[in-house]
């Protein structure tokens, strides 16, 4: 389900961006996240002060998380999107994996496979492909 979701959100991003600008789209985009999170609440199926177990240091993290994905990666994706064509930046964009790959070698000391080199070159390759 997660894939489909996420296929689909560029094709709706894209239709929007015709008639919006890259902020707007972030910002109509942060707030019906925000709503659904609050609608969900009440059904999800731990109770809800339990379900918050944060620490300091994982709230600032979150934090550095969210102005990274959701807010700066957002809006340049949105830029781009609405610049070029889906079928080109949606492939670009989906090299994030490679930096987090490359970053967790680096700041959190993971191992760096042949398979995850394999895996690294077929990104490359495909996005090669792809554009």
Do not use: Q
């Amino acid at each position: 389900m997660t894939v489909l979701f996420w296929g689909l959100a560029p094709i709706f991003d894209k239709f929007a961006l015709r008639e919006a600008s890259s902020f707007g789209g972030l910002l109509i985009r942060t707030l019906a996240v925000v709503l659904g999170l609050i609608l969900v609440l009440p059904f999800f199926k731990y109770k809800y002060p339990s379900s918050l177990k944060l620490n300091p240091s994982s709230v600032l993290f979150f934090i550095l998380s969210g102005l990274c994905a959701g807010l700066l990666g957002m809006f340049t994706y949105y830029a781009a999107l609405k610049r070029l064509p889906a079928s080109v930046v949606v492939p670009l964009c989906s090299v994030y994996p490679l930096v987090s790959a490359l970053l967790a070698t680096v700041v959190l000391k993971e191992e760096f496979s042949i398979l995850r080199v394999t895996g690294v070159v077929l990104i490359i390759l495909g996005v090669w492909l792809v554009k």
